[in-house]
Structure formats: C-alpha cells, structure tokens
C-alpha cells in the first residue's frame, strides 16, 4: 500500500444537516479527525460514499479494502484485526484503522471483522476513544491467554493537528473542511439505521427488539410446607371500631387538568422502550417541555405535529392524541447534525446582557420563549440577526435554550 496511512481518508456516511443538504463524512483512518464535505462537491471529482481517499495537495481515490454500502453508511470488510482485552474492554487492533470497539463478547484471537465509522466517538475504560466498530466477525486463530488483562494499548496516534494531515492547498472542490472531529466528546455510539435518507430529519437511531424470554418451569419444587390448624382460644382484644369522621365545609376543589390542542417539534426519541415510543417535544404555543408515549407512532426529530395536550404538572405537557402533521412554522428552521443533535435558527429579541443576578445574557424568541447564551458577550449584538440554538443543560436537572452559534 503506498499511500500514507496517515493521510488516507474514507467516506464512511451520508447525512443531512438541514433540507436539501446532504453531506458525507470523511474520517482519517489513523488519527479519527472527521470532515463534512458536501456530496455534489465530491461526485464532481468522482468521489461517492465508500471510497478511500489520498489526501497529500489533493484528494485522489485509491484501492485500500474492499466496501459494502448498506442504505447511508459505508462498511469496510476483511479487515484482519486481533481481539485483545484493554483494561476490561474488548478491542479489536488493527495496523489500518487503530483500535476498533468490540460490542459483544467474543474470545481473544485472530478475527477478519467487518467495520463501520460510529456516529461520535466511543471513550473506552482505559480513556482511549476509538472511532470504528466491528459488526461480522470471523475467527481466524484461537490463542488462550494466561492473563486477565492487558497492559493499555497506546491510542492510535492522538489527535493529529489539521496542519498536519491537511492538504497544503485547497485546490480541488471537494476539499473538506473540519467538523469537530475527534474533539467531539464521546456519546452513546448507537449506529444510525440503514434506512433510506429522510432529508431535513437526520438519520434515526435503531435500538434492538429484545424478544421475550419465555421460561419453563421443570419440576415441582420444594412442596409448601402446609400451617398446621392453631385454636384460637378467648377472644381477645376487640378490634376497636373506626370512628365516623365529620366532614365539614367543602374542602378544595380538585382542579380540572388543562386540555388543549397545541403545536410541538420532535426534539429526540428513545425508541421501542417497554413497547413504546417517547417521543420527547417542545411545545410551540407554550414554550415548555412535552412528551408523547405511543406504540403506534414513530416521529423523527424535527417533525412539527399537532395533537391534543394535557397539562400534567407546570408547564409540562403530555400529547393525549396525535392529530395531524403540519408545515414547519414560519421564522423556524434547522436540522440535525451528525451526533443526532437536533439545532433551530431563529431570529432574537430583547436582548439583556449578563450581569447582576443574570449568570447568561438573555433573550427572546418566538415560539422559544426566554433564550439564554454567554455567546453574546463576544459578539456585536444586533437583533436582526438570525441565531442557531440547542437545548443544553444547566445544573443537574435543568435545560435552556442556548445560543451556540452566530449565523
């Protein structure tokens, strides 16, 4: 292989950060550095999904290992690897990709696996991150250990700066630019699904359906040991009788909980929980938190629905029915990006900066209701500017619109 294993690139994903973009993301298959090019750009220099790129003063396709393309994602198959034991977590070592994630328990040994990029990267016990994932495994040599555990595997190559795995020269279209790379901290590493691309929806995540465990009971037993008859002799204390308690004056009312027909966005799903879907919202009309529990529903983030609500404590709203699918609100967009994060653009108002009992400057926007950012304290603020926001928390249980971005 005369290529540079430092400098060569693979187009492992296709994703939509927002309507009508699509994008692939090229990862560096040493250091895990990730790149967001858009897909237009690559397919004119003969580039797709699943190809292995040189990257030196520009980007040429090499032959590297043979790919299968399932839906968006790009596997890389043959890859020959030995199955180690690194501070209690199973890793796969490879010369070409570093140490690959082992999702299943599997004796130690010579393996050819099939691997694939995960979404984020995935931080190990040892606090080495790693950036592929092996699917299909096959055992090539079996070769017992004497040892429990291994001495640490040394991360493939740390961060490598973009100065040096960066072309010298921009001189072609599909010359990537960074997206965070392997700075991004690490996440759950739920493989996306291999569904077709829902454009302006990202890529949903797919959690297994655990089949029931249906057990047989063999056997009878030990027998229940039978309580013999006791006589019950006198007759005891009486039982005093409750006394009849008068009530006096109606008391508080209970008050009726809120039904309403309201507006609300999909902001993330906890798939096939106990049978069901959570779908967690943001309600538009009241600029609060919701939740929709169906078995019969699945919605992706990003999806502006209304249904019938119920408010079950303050300004927390459960979705009693779906209704209908409605048009993305005027003055609201968005999209996801490649950690399944789900972000809104939208233009602020009533700017007022940090200072006294405010921690964050703050502001306001239709439909989000109070916005909160320390972003502003760095920018010239003007309100006619369009402003990119993500739910984050602050402190242990409470989250905030927050500005992350100037647009």
Same mark, same amino acid.
């Given at each position: 292989?005369?290529a540079d294993?430092?400098?060569?690139?693979?187009?492992?994903?296709r994703w939509?950060?927002?309507e009508?973009?699509?994008?692939?993301n090229?990862i560096?298959?040493k250091t895990?550095?990730?790149?967001?090019?858009?897909?237009? @750009?690559?397919q004119?220099d *003969?580039?797709?999904?699943?190809?292995f790129l @040189?990257w030196?003063?520009?980007?040429?396709?090499? $032959?590297?290992?043979p790919?299968?393309?399932?839906?968006? /994602?790009?596997?890389v198959? @043959?890859? &020959?690897a030995?199955?180690?034991?690194?501070n209690?977590?199973?890793?796969?070592?490879? +010369?070409?990709f570093? $140490?690959?994630?082992?999702?299943?328990?599997? #004796?130690?040994g010579?393996?050819r696996i099939?691997i694939h990029?995960?979404i984020?990267p995935?931080t190990l016990?040892?606090g080495?991150e790693v950036?592929?994932e092996?699917?299909d495994?096959?055992l090539?040599?079996n070769?017992?250990s004497t040892?429990?555990?291994f001495?640490?595997?040394?991360?493939?190559?740390?961060q490598?700066s973009?100065?040096?795995?960066g072309?010298k020269?921009?001189v072609?279209?599909?010359?990537?630019?960074p997206s965070?790379?392997?700075?991004?901290?690490?996440?759950?590493s739920? #493989?996306?699904?291999n569904n077709d691309?829902?454009k302006?929806?990202?890529?949903?995540?797919?959690n297994p %359906?655990?089949?029931?465990n249906k057990k047989?009971?063999?056997? @009878?037993?030990f #027998?229940?040991?039978?309580e013999?008859? %006791?006589v019950?002799?006198?007759?005891?204390?009486?039982?005093p009788?409750?006394?009849?308690?008068?009530?006096?004056?109606?008391?508080?009312?209970?008050?009726?909980q809120?039904?309403m027909?309201l &507006?609300?966005v999909v902001?993330?799903i906890?798939?096939n929980?106990? =049978?069901? $879907?959570t *779908?967690?919202?943001?309600?538009l009309? &009241? *600029?609060a938190?919701?939740r929709f529990?169906?078995?019969?529903?699945?919605?992706?983030?990003g *999806?502006?629905?209304?249904?019938?609500?119920?408010?079950?404590?303050?300004?927390r709203?459960n979705c009693e029915?779906?209704?209908?699918q409605i048009?993305?609100?005027?003055?609201?967009?968005? =999209? /996801?990006?490649y +950690?399944? %994060? /789900?972000?809104?653009?939208?233009t602020?108002n009533?700017?007022q900066?940090a =200072?006294?009992?405010? &921690?964050?400057? $703050?502001a306001?926007?239709?439909?989000?209701?109070?916005?909160?950012?320390?972003?502003?304290?760095?920018i010239?603020?003007n309100?006619?500017?369009?402003f990119r926001?993500?739910?984050? =928390?602050?402190?242990?249980?409470?989250y905030?619109?927050?500005?992350?971005? %100037?647009?």
């Open positions: 292989m005369a294993q430092q400098r060569i690139l693979f187009c492992s994903r939509s950060p927002i009508g973009k699509v994008n692939i090229l560096n298959t895990g550095e990730r790149y967001d090019v858009e897909e237009h @750009n690559l004119k *003969h580039f797709q999904l699943g190809d @040189n030196t003063d520009k980007l040429d396709k090499i $032959n590297y290992f790919v299968e393309i399932d839906g968006n /994602i790009a596997y198959k @043959n890859v &020959r030995k199955l180690l034991l690194n209690g977590s199973l890793v796969f070592r490879t +010369e070409e570093g $140490n690959v994630f082992c999702p299943t328990y599997l #004796p130690t010579d393996y099939k990029s995960l984020t995935k016990s040892s080495e950036h592929f092996a699917t495994k096959v090539i040599s070769t017992p040892q429990t555990t001495a640490p595997i040394a991360p493939a190559l740390a490598v973009a100065q040096r795995v072309p020269s921009p072609t279209a599909a010359s990537p630019t965070g790379g392997s700075s991004v901290g690490s996440r759950a739920t #493989p996306a699904g691309i829902v302006g929806a990202g890529f949903p995540k797919q %359906k655990w089949k029931q047989t009971v063999v056997g @009878n037993g #027998p229940v040991k039978k013999d008859n %006791k019950v002799v006198g007759e005891g204390f009486a039982v009788k409750q006394e009849e308690k008068v009530v006096v004056g109606a008391g508080f009312e209970v008050k009726p809120k039904t027909k &507006r609300a902001l993330s906890n798939e929980k106990n =049978g069901s $879907n *779908h967690y919202l943001w309600i009309d &009241r *600029h938190e919701g529990v169906s078995k019969d529903y699945k919605l992706l983030q *999806h502006f629905f209304e249904g019938i609500f119920k408010e079950n404590t303050a300004n709203w029915k779906y209704e209908r048009e993305k609100l005027s003055g609201i967009d968005g =999209g /996801i990006d +950690e399944q %994060k /789900i972000w809104f653009t939208v602020i009533n700017f900066p =200072g006294g009992n405010r &921690r964050f400057g $703050n306001s926007a239709k439909y989000f209701g109070e916005i909160a950012s320390y972003y502003y304290q760095k010239q603020y309100n006619s500017f369009a926001l993500r739910r984050k =928390g602050v402190g242990e249980k409470d905030v619109w927050m500005v992350v971005e %100037k647009l």
